[in-house]
C-alpha cells in the first residue's frame, strides 16, 4: 500500500481558499550531491551528519572536498563551478554506490582532483528501509486589492520574457541527495476585487527516507535520515491559484508606498502602476511531521524578475502599500 502524503508548508492565513485554475509553466534541474559538496563543504559536511556518520567522518568529508576544489583550480580544471578541462566530468560522479571497480584507468588517474571524492566514499552504500512522500507548498506571491468597493488589483500577463512573474525554487535535499531547482513562471492575468487576495504557490513533493550506511561486506555503519528530491523531477510541479479566505489575509509589513485620495470624490477612482522587486532571495525552512518524528525542508526562492502590478483605487481615502509581513514571502498588501 502507498504511504499517504504528509503535507505541510503554507502559512495559517493560506490554508483556507478557493482554488484558482491558472496557467503557468516549469522546468525542473537536479543537482547531484558532488556538484553540491563541491560548492559548499559545509553542507557535504552536514549531509555525512544526518547518515549517521561521525563527526570525524564528516570533518574528513569537508577535508576531502576542500582539498579537491584547492586542486581542482590549481590544475586549471574549474574555477567558481565551470569546468575548464576536458578531463573534468562531473557526470561521471553518480549513484549512492561507489566502489573501485567503478573506476577505470582512462577515466581517472592520480592528478584528477574530483575521483578523490568519489574514492573518498568508495565502498559504502546507502540502503533505504523506508521512504515517506510528503509534499511542501511553498507560498510565492501575494496579489491583495483594498477592501473598499471598486478597488481592484491586477497583474497583465506579458509577452515580454524578461517580465513575466517567474521565480526560481531550490530545495535542499539532505544526506547526500543534491538538489532540485524548479523555474516556473505565470501566465495568466491575475485579478484581485475588493477585499480579495491570490496567492500564487508552489507544491513540490519530496520523499523522507530512513536509511542505513552499509560497508561493502554488508555491515551497518550507520543509520540516519535524509531527504530525497527526486520527485520534484519526475512530477514537475507548476505553481498554483488560491483566492485567500478573506477573514485570514496576510498581515501588512514594511511600508513602501502611499497613494494619496482622500481629497477626491468617492465616486472617482485612479490608476496606478508599481513596480514589484524581491529585496533578496527568501530562505526556505518548513517544518513537518514524518512518522513522528520533526523533519526540516530547506531551500531558497528568488522571483526571476521585476512585475508590474496595476491598481485601481477609489477616491475619498489615502491608501498605505506594504509588503507582507516577515516570513510571509512576497507579495503586496494594504495597510
Avoid at 189 to 202: E, K, N, P, R, S
Avoid at 244 to 271: I, K, M, N, R
Amino acid at each position: 500500500m502507498t504511504a499517504p502524503i504528509i503535507t505541510g508548508g503554507l502559512p495559517a492565513w493560506a490554508e483556507k481558499g478557493t482554488e484558482l485554475p491558472i496557467q503557468a509553466q516549469s522546468s525542473v534541474t537536479v543537482r547531484s550531491w558532488q556538484d553540491c559538496a563541491i560548492d559548499d563543504a559545509a553542507r557535504f559536511a552536514a549531509d555525512l551528519q544526518a547518515l549517521g556518520l561521525s563527526q570525524d567522518e564528516a570533518d574528513g568529508g569537508a577535508k576531502a572536498v576542500r582539498s579537491v576544489t584547492g586542486d581542482a583550480v590549481q590544475d586549471g580544471q574549474f574555477a567558481t563551478g565551470d569546468p575548464g578541462g576536458d578531463s573534468y566530468s562531473r557526470d561521471n560522479f553518480r549513484g549512492d554506490y561507489l566502489s573501485d571497480d567503478d573506476y577505470t584507468e582512462g577515466d581517472y588517474t592520480d592528478d584528477n582532483a574530483l575521483a578523490r571524492l568519489s574514492n573518498w566514499f568508495a565502498g559504502r552504500k546507502i540502503v533505504v528501509d523506508s521512504r515517506q512522500p510528503a509534499q511542501v507548498c511553498l507560498p510565492l506571491f501575494v496579489l491583495s486589492a483594498y477592501s473598499a468597493p471598486g478597488c481592484v488589483s491586477t497583474y497583465q500577463t506579458t509577452t515580454d520574457r524578461s517580465r513575466k512573474l517567474g521565480w526560481d525554487v531550490t530545495v535542499f535535499g539532505t544526506g547526500l541527495s543534491g538538489e532540485a531547482t524548479v523555474s516556473s513562471s505565470v501566465t495568466s492575468t491575475l485579478t484581485a476585487d475588493a477585499g480579495q487576495a491570490v496567492l500564487i504557490f508552489l507544491p513540490i513533493t519530496v520523499a523522507v527516507e530512513q536509511v542505513r550506511v552499509v560497508a561493502k561486506d554488508g555491515t551497518t555503519i550507520s543509520s540516519g535520515q535524509r531527504i530525497d528530491v527526486s520527485p520534484a523531477q519526475q512530477e514537475h510541479p507548476v505553481p498554483g491559484g488560491r483566492l485567500l479566505d478573506a477573514s485570514a489575509l496576510p498581515a501588512p509589513g514594511a511600508f513602501v508606498q502611499t497613494y494619496p485620495l482622500a481629497s477626491y470624490a468617492s465616486a472617482s477612482s485612479a490608476e496606478y502602476q508599481y513596480v514589484y522587486t524581491q529585496e533578496k532571495a527568501a530562505s526556505l525552512q518548513i517544518g513537518l511531521k514524518v512518522s513522528g518524528a520533526d523533519v526540516s525542508v530547506t531551500g531558497s526562492v528568488s522571483m526571476s524578475t521585476s512585475v508590474t502590478l496595476g491598481f485601481k483605487l477609489v477616491g475619498g481615502r489615502d491608501y498605505r502599500l506594504c509588503r507582507l509581513a516577515d516570513g510571509g514571502g512576497d507579495g503586496l498588501v494594504w495597510g
